[in-house]
């Protein structure tokens, strides 16, 4: 089990491995295949000024299959640890659902954007809560400004979203804690080796993941099963 003291500042990277134990499909394995696509063919800018209605048809897919998902006790466990260390503890997800926030989550980073956020392509409006499926025949919604509505979704190519921010959490952690991540994806496979050295760090997740070298923990098996019993002493 996991301990904590008063001072410890946690900082916790959760990944598609979370949400793959709640029905959510990773699209990394398989060839990183939709329909014949590689997910980089739907999932970049590029993707989104060659064909906006194919993106949406594949982001609508998303979110039909995300809306049916729930938390698993991974979930609910950094939720508890939440009510916990309240102001000490920083979630960051490279997940795009709402799952944290169903289990409870109230501060929760997303760094590659919300899937049930929309946003314009062309001028400067807030991204919006959005829920709508947009599948062919449907065309593709557009801003009152005329440009055209996409997904609140960092994009391959795509600079992650509140990177600021999170640098300056995992600047003041004592404890790093990945959780269902793959090690692969930058920045995010980078942010264990950024605390190396000052702060302990724990992966979870059902098998090493690339950079597991740079974790001085490792306890593998499911989130879901692993995680509530090492934040059990809580």
Known sequence: MLTFSSSDRVFVLTGA???????????????????NYRIEEVASPH???????LVWEFYSMRR???SAAKPNPAHFALAKLENILQGHLFVCTQNVDNLHEQAGSRNVVHMHGQLFKSRCDTCSHPPFDDANLY????????????????????????????????????????????????GVVEPAASFVAHVAGRARTVYVGPENPANASSFTECYLGKAGEVLPDLLGAL
């Not at 979370?18 to 394995?29: H, K, L, W, Y």
């Not at 993707?47 to 209605?53: F, G, I, M």
């Not at 009152?144 to 600079?159: A, K, Q």
């Open 17 to 35: 491995g979370v949400s793959a134990e709640s029905g959510i499909p990773t699209f990394r394995g398989v060839g990183g295949l939709w329909r």
């Open 47 to 53: 993707a989104w000024h060659r064909d906006p209605r």
């Open 64 to 66: 039909r299959v995300a």
């Open 135 to 182: 599948e062919p025949p449907a065309e593709v919604p557009r801003c009152e400004c005329g440009g055209r509505i996409r997904p609140h979704i960092c994009w391959f190519g795509e600079v992650p979203f509140e990177l600021d921010q999170i640098y300056h959490a995992l600047d003041q952690c004592t404890l790093f804690i990945a959780v269902g991540t793959s």
